[in-house]
């Protein structure tokens, strides 16, 4: 085995966390195509979409160091929301979750001197603060439209495309 027990259950743990995301995501991104919002439902479900490889590419990471995959069950996510800017900020604060969990699993990586774990969790280190941005951005132009402007925030994301 080429990965330590404790990163291995730990990456284990991220890749539930990753498929949470994939369904809070694509749960959002239903409830934008509810308000009409296609253009933030189509976002929303490219976000879900790209999680769900996140989880994908652990696996894979795994598999390739001989570790034990063993994907947990994932939680039930929010399906309903008062605002765009609720759903928007819950996608906010998750990124930064995420990041955080992925800077732990960076300080164990180095910790244990896992060059291998520290080569492959550099390009999530890199992708959070990409997600992080884009959500922070995002939220912000939601603020600026307010709720009675969303069809400008459509206009300004298929300007995104």
């Known amino acids: 085995m080429l990965i330590s027990k404790e990163l291995n259950d730990a990456i284990n743990?991220?890749?539930?966390?990753?498929?949470?995301a994939a369904?809070?995501?694509?749960?959002?991104a239903c409830y934008f195509d509810g308000l009409g919002l296609r253009m933030l439902g189509k976002m929303f479900l490219?976000?879900?979409?790209?999680?769900?490889?996140?989880?994908?590419?652990?696996?894979?990471?795994?598999?390739?160091t001989s570790g034990r995959v063993a994907v947990p069950a994932v939680v039930a996510t929010q399906a309903d929301f008062?605002?765009?800017?609720?759903?928007?900020?819950?996608?906010?604060?998750?990124?930064?979750?995420v990041t955080r969990r992925i800077n732990a699993l960076m300080a164990m990586a180095i910790d244990q001197k896992d060059y291998a774990a520290q080569d492959f969790l550099r390009w999530f280190v890199t992708e959070q603060v990409e997600e992080v941005s884009t959500m922070d951005n995002l939220l912000k132009v939601v603020r600026q439209a307010g709720p009675k402007n969303l069809i400008m925030l459509e206009a300004y994301i298929s300007h995104g495309d």
């Open 13 to 20: 743990e991220q890749v539930g966390h990753e498929f949470q």
């Open 23 to 28: 369904h809070q995501y694509a749960n959002i």
């Open 46 to 64: 490219k976000q879900s979409e790209e999680e769900h490889t996140h989880g994908r590419k652990f696996i894979d990471y795994l598999i390739a």
């Open 82 to 97: 008062q605002s765009v800017e609720e759903a928007v900020q819950l996608s906010l604060d998750w990124e930064w979750e």
